[in-house]
């Protein structure tokens, strides 16, 4: 797998240099607080000297923002009134 | 490891059980296009997607009184809400075997950045060739402003496989914790990790090439 293969990569690199081609792939780990203490000192490390991570850190963070921030549809006024209708009928059935 | 039970689903819980409306309304106000946009990665249309909505909903107050507050309302919800449109996902497969839905476990590899962005030899192997832009912080609210943008956001998400889909949905749509999602979706730690990757990749992708398409400033 991909992301396994770039992560255990990730790890042989400790001892190493970490390639940003390592970091877009171990970046969700990253964002998840999955990275164990070395690993994400390691990360750190290379967003600290390398702008092109950074940016593309800061791309997935504005990603993850504008997918959490898409509008949403409001619910029609006809299948709300349906669902509120429902619920009327449940009441009056459960409190009888 | 489940969250469980919050404090605030205590008080909507108890004013859902003694039949009071407007907690009702608060629920589906709160949930409602979360659930449709979950219930659209398991069928084939809006439609049926509403009526699984519908479905959840009656599921919901006909649970109520058994639910056992051993998880929180809304991974309960959610958890009724995928076993409906599993189903009935499954049955309309039934009737159409070439659904492109087909197979929803379908997870194909994909790198999460195009690798002809980094370099292929010499000392920076596998570093970046040309960086990536900086986005500024109005990136979303722009992309909102046109219908185009609107509309490629979406079409970056349905592009997905369902699975990542479901995922990209609850995690970064739905507000749900990566243990509320393993538990919606009877999925592992590790894969839930590895689909939000692929699809939150899938998408920065995307978005980045609508916003530097036709233009070729470094």
Request: hydrophobic share 35%; aromatic share 8%; with cysteine.
């Amino acid at each position: 797998m991909t992301h396994d293969h770039f992560k255990n990569r990730m790890i042989d690199y400790l001892a190493g240099q970490l390639t940003c081609k390592a970091v877009t792939e171990a970046i969700t780990d990253y964002l998840e607080g999955n990275l164990g203490l070395m690993e994400r000192i390691r990360f750190q490390m290379h967003l600290g000297c390398c702008r092109g991570c950074r940016r593309y850190l800061r791309q997935m963070r504005l990603t993850l923002r504008t997918v959490g921030t898409l509008p949403k549809d409001p619910i029609p006024p006809a299948v709300r009134d349906e669902l509120l209708q429902r619920f009327r009928t449940w009441k009056a059935r459960s409190q009888t | 490891m489940e969250p469980g039970f919050l404090l605030e689903d205590v008080a909507l819980l108890q004013a859902l059980r003694k039949g009071d409306e407007t907690a009702f309304a608060q629920l589906i106000d709160h949930y409602q296009a979360s659930l449709l946009r979950l219930a659209m990665t398991f069928v084939s249309s809006h439609a049926v997607a509403e009526e699984v909505v519908q479905e959840t909903w009656i599921g919901v107050l006909e649970g109520i009184g058994r639910f056992e507050e051993r998880s929180s309302l809304k991974t309960w919800i959610f958890r009724i809400l995928t076993n409906r449109a599993k189903t009935r996902g499954m049955r309309e497969r039934r009737h159409a075997p070439l659904s492109p839905l087909g197979n929803s476990t379908e997870d194909p590899e994909t790198p999460a950045v195009d690798p002809s962005r980094f370099q292929t030899a010499g000392y920076w192997v596998d570093h970046w060739k040309s960086l990536p832009r900086y986005w500024d912080d109005e990136t979303p609210e722009r992309l909102f402003l046109s219908k185009e943008g609107l509309a490629q956001i979406e079409k970056a998400i349905s592009a997905l496989p369902p699975i990542q889909r479901q995922v990209i949905t609850l995690r970064d749509m739905g507000g749900v914790t990566a243990v509320e999602v393993c538990n919606i979706l009877s999925i592992g730690e590790t894969h839930q990790r590895v689909l939000l990757h692929r699809a939150r990749s899938h998408v920065r992708r995307a978005l980045e090439k609508y916003l530097e398409e036709g233009d070729s400033q470094p």
